[in-house]
C-alpha cells in the first residue's frame, strides 16, 4: 500500500459532522487524518505540534473563529494549507477567507461529494470550480485576485 500524500487536521465544534469529514477523508488512501480538534484555541495547538500538510476547518468556532485560528496557523513553519468547510456563505466572509491564504471554501452541505475533488486540486494547484456560492454570484476575478495577493496555492473551489 502507497503511502498517504497528505496527513490532515480537522477542525470542527460539531463531534458528529468532525467525524463524518474525518472518515470521508479517510476513505481515500492519499489522504490520512492526523487529528481533530474542536474548537480555534486547539485547531493552533494542534497545528503547531502536529505539522499537518491540510486544515480542514469551519469558520463558526467556539473560543477562536475560525478565520482568526487560519490566520495564526499559516504563520507557522511550516505553513499548512487551509480549506475551509463551513455553513458560512457570505462572500465577504469567502474572500477574506482568501486573503489569509486559505486554498478552498466549501459549503458543509456539499462536503461529501466536493471535498475529495477539492484536496486533490489544492495538490495539483489547479482551479477546481468557480461558480456560485449560494446563490449569489461571485466575480471571480476579484476572487483570484485575493487569492494572488495572499501568496497561496492556485487552487480555488467555491462551491455552493
Not at 502507497?2 to 488512501?29: G, K, Q
Not at 502536529?50 to 473563529?65: A, S
Not at 513553519?77 to 463551513?86: D, W
Not at 457570505?90 to 459549503?107: P, T
Amino acid at each position: 500500500m502507497m503511502s498517504p500524500v497528505a496527513r490532515i487536521l480537522v477542525v470542527e465544534d460539531f463531534a458528529a459532522y468532525r467525524e463524518f469529514i474525518a472518515s470521508l477523508v479517510n476513505r481515500d488512501f492519499r489522504y490520512q487524518v492526523i487529528g481533530e480538534a474542536e474548537d480555534g484555541e486547539n485547531a493552533v495547538d494542534k497545528a503547531r505540534l502536529l505539522k499537518p500538510d491540510v486544515v480542514l476547518m469551519d469558520i463558526g468556532l467556539p473560543k477562536l473563529n475560525g478565520l482568526e485560528a487560519a490566520r495564526r496557523i499559516k504563520a507557522l513553519v511550516p505553513a499548512p494549507r487551509v480549506i475551509f468547510l463551513t455553513a458560512q456563505s457570505d462572500i465577504d466572509v469567502m474572500e477574506e477567507a482568501f486573503r489569509l491564504g486559505a486554498c478552498a471554501f466549501i459549503a458543509k452541505t456539499h462536503a461529501a461529494s466536493h471535498l475529495l475533488r477539492a484536496l486533490d486540486a489544492t495538490f495539483k494547484r489547479r482551479e477546481a470550480s468557480v461558480s456560485e456560492c449560494n446563490g449569489q454570484s461571485v466575480d471571480g476575478g476579484k476572487i483570484r485576485a485575493a487569492v494572488r495577493a495572499a501568496g497561496c496555492c492556485q487552487s480555488l473551489c467555491i462551491l455552493s
